[in-house]
């Protein structure tokens, strides 16, 4: 390669580095146009968002598997229609063959926590309902026909929520923020409010 | 119990009350008042998914305005008897043409005309795209004249302020999609395909069985705040976390106190629905819903049509978006109401298709104005003075058919027209008009109303029309002024 073409080429790779700067609408860079000054960009771009909604499918899923229920013993809109079906696209899927929707909304709906909190509520309180009458598969460190829970099985019964909605161990911070629950609470109560305050947290929608 | 189960005991609840008692209510009954701050406009986009054709309802061409009988014969025209001209109305109508078969739908496009003319207009249009999913868009984007935001988002933005779900979507296919442009999320469809149970989703704890009592929730909800806030998440910068939590302990207290889950609740008391054993109630505009939408809770589109109606009447929405989907609604006895996939099923039987579908659309859009007009709203008018329906369709269908058929199947086709219902445009008017020898529609101008043979209408004129009459301005509007009452 001889010398005036490598220096041609060093100039023009110079001139399309320029013209890279210039911020937009000023018109194309040419010979005889001034350089701008800096080349920092206009707009900084978002940082990447680090979480995903748990949707429909994977939290349905989810809260069941954690409190062994299925379609039939969850979340029941009066008794009668399950609540993952009811509120198919406000928890994150996707209504194909009814509305034709082909991709899910790409945010949390307004009606979402809302959503998230009936589902939650309705599997807790089936659940406990469930242990109360027959062997216990959740909640067997209560009695959950006492008018009082002690401090700790309260704090035992949050452990084992955090495990199985969250799957990790809590901090004792966090126990002790379930154990107060059980203040003036009968253990019925005690076990389902715990149940929704665990399984509805950011983190049990957020991953 | 499965859905369609579920549905048909929804039905026997409606069919409780006794529509002729609430039916007589409504004459004499004052006026309700309307819930939203004065000022406000509404939009009610009816989405006639599969391609409407203009041709087959409020525009037809009558066999005898063709040139000849044999031309006529290989046209989308109509014999002269199959199409109605009410009183005082400048527009016609293809009439329900009562073709019996499997789809079953008495209501006549002809009364809706007798009953609407005044604030009917009929806009032509030639679309840009036969991809139903791509037209549907651009039918609610103007084909991107608003830098691709929606017609409902921008109507949201300008009417919105203040209201819990400004925009509201019960539509399906790409009448369901967001728009391209930035827009705050607020305005973004709340997007419901379940009518008949949405009132549920507005609370979090109510009505659901076995739940312990409010104060408990309360609690617990606050012991989740806190949980919340020592959080291994929190110390992770998250839009997405940050609009989950402004969503549930800002906007759902509203919601909850709002008490929308009896105000939209549209199931009624029944061994089926026992909404008293769960401490729900039956909204208190269901018997006058279900006087108005016999079928209310088993034909979706008139679920959707009640819901439309209050979630505007109760001030929480100002933009709502349906129409019929792809699964047709099935009554108990099982006859079926729609045609499979709407109108586009006019690839089998083009004229069966569209006579069903379009007498369906007419009979919610009439539904819906009649309650409409019963609701006091802005100093002595009616929620309808300050509402506009906007019929929204894929695009035509091709305009042709074998010599003398009468069952045949049809195409998609860019040319058509587009129906509007509004007291604030001018009403009893086509604008642009249809040659009988082509059965192709032509366009007019936009600020004088008057039909121009060379003007061609295009989305972004319909987008224009909207926003114009519902005081919604942007860079690139088209001037509709000859169109605005």
């Not at chain 1, 909190?117 to 309705?122: E, I, Q």
């Not at chain 2, 026997?12 to 309700?32: D, E, I, K, Y």
């Not at chain 2, 617990?220 to 969503?247: F, G, H, M």
Request: hydrophobic share 40%; net charge negative; with cysteine.
């Amino acid at each position: 390669m001889t010398r005036p073409f490598l220096s041609r080429a060093i100039g023009a790779f110079v001139l399309v580095s320029l013209a890279a700067c210039r911020p937009s609408g000023n018109g194309p860079a040419g010979p005889g146009t001034e350089p701008p000054e800096t080349c920092a960009p206009t707009t900084e771009a978002p940082a990447p968002e680090p979480l995903h909604w748990r949707r429909h499918a994977a939290f349905v899923t989810d809260v069941h598997a954690a409190l062994a229920l299925d379609a039939t013993t969850g979340c029941r809109e009066l008794d009668r229609t399950p609540c993952g079906d009811v509120h198919l696209v406000a928890l994150g899927g996707n209504d194909v063959f009814g509305a034709g929707q082909y991709e899910p909304v790409a945010r949390p709906l307004a009606t979402t926590p809302l959503v998230v909190d009936r589902f939650v509520l309705g599997a807790c309180s089936n659940r406990v309902t469930l242990d109360a009458e027959a062997t216990p598969v959740v909640f067997g460190m209560l009695d959950l026909a006492a008018s009082t829970v002690s401090r700790d099985d309260a704090r035992a019964t949050a452990s084992e929520l955090f495990r199985r909605l969250l799957r990790r161990d809590a901090t004792n911070e966090e126990l002790a923020e379930i154990a107060e629950l059980a203040e003036e609470t009968n253990a019925r109560d005690f076990a389902v409010a715990a149940c929704f305050a665990i399984g509805t947290t950011s983190e049990a929608v957020l991953y | 119990m499965n859905r369609r189960s579920f549905l048909r005991h929804l039905a026997t609840g409606a069919a409780a009350v006794s529509t002729a008692s609430a039916l007589s209510l409504l004459p004499f009954r004052s006026r309700a008042k309307a819930a939203p701050p004065p000022g406000r406009k509404f939009l009610f986009v009816i989405s006639a998914s599969g391609g409407g054709s203009i041709l087959d309802s409020l525009l037809p061409v009558a066999a005898s305005e063709v040139s000849t009988p044999a031309r006529a014969a290989t046209l989308l025209a109509f014999p002269d008897e199959a199409i109605a001209q009410p009183t005082g109305s400048a527009i016609r109508c293809v009439r329900n043409l009562r073709l019996g078969g499997t789809f079953s739908n008495d209501y006549d496009p002809a009364d809706f005309v007798a009953a609407h003319f005044r604030d009917l207009a009929v806009v032509t249009v030639e679309n840009t795209s036969v991809n139903h999913v791509v037209a549907q868009k651009r039918a609610i984007t103007g084909a991107g004249i608003d830098g691709g935001r929606t017609i409902m988002e921008a109507v949201a933005m300008r009417h919105g302020d203040g209201l819990l779900l400004p925009n509201v979507n019960l539509a399906s296919g790409g009448y369901l999609e967001p728009g391209d442009a930035p827009v705050p999320d607020r305005v973004r469809g709340e997007v419901v395909t379940r009518p008949e149970l949405f009132a549920s989703a507005t609370h979090g704890y109510r009505g659901i069985p076995r739940a312990p009592s409010a104060s408990v929730i309360e609690r617990a909800r606050s012991a989740r705040r806190n949980l919340d806030a020592i959080s291994p998440l929190a110390s992770r910068p998250s839009a997405l976390r940050d609009r989950y939590l402004e969503l549930r302990d800002e906007l759902a207290p509203g919601l909850e106190s709002a008490d929308l889950i009896t105000k939209l609740m549209l199931l009624s008391e029944s061994p089926d629905t026992p909404l008293s054993e769960f401490e729900l109630a039956q909204s208190p505009d269901g018997p006058a819903l279900a006087a108005q939408f016999p079928l209310l809770g088993v034909d979706r589109l008139q679920t959707q049509a009640a819901i439309a109606f209050l979630l505007v009447k109760h001030g929480v929405s100002c933009s709502v978006t349906f129409g019929p989907g792809f699964e047709p609604s099935f009554l108990p006895d099982g006859s079926i109401l729609d045609t499979p996939i709407a109108f586009d099923f006019s690839h089998n039987d083009h004229v069966t298709t569209q006579n069903t579908m379009w007498s369906r659309i007419f009979e919610v859009a009439d539904g819906l104005i009649r309650m409409l007009k019963t609701v006091e709203y802005d100093d002595g008018s009616t929620l309808w003075d300050a509402s506009l329906i906007y019929v929204a369709t894929d695009f035509g269908r091709s305009k042709e058919r074998p010599a003398g058929s009468l069952t045949f199947g049809s195409g998609h086709h860019l040319n058509n027209g587009n129906v509007f219902v509004s007291p604030r445009l001018k009403g009893n008017r086509v604008f642009g008009g249809v040659d009988p020898e082509t059965c192709l529609t032509y366009g007019f101008d936009g600020r004088t109303g008057e039909p121009r043979r060379d003007e061609v209408m295009r989305e972004g004129h319909l987008y224009s029309l909207v926003a114009h009459a519902l005081d919604v301005d942007f860079a690139g509007r088209e001037d509709m002024s000859g169109l605005l009452r």
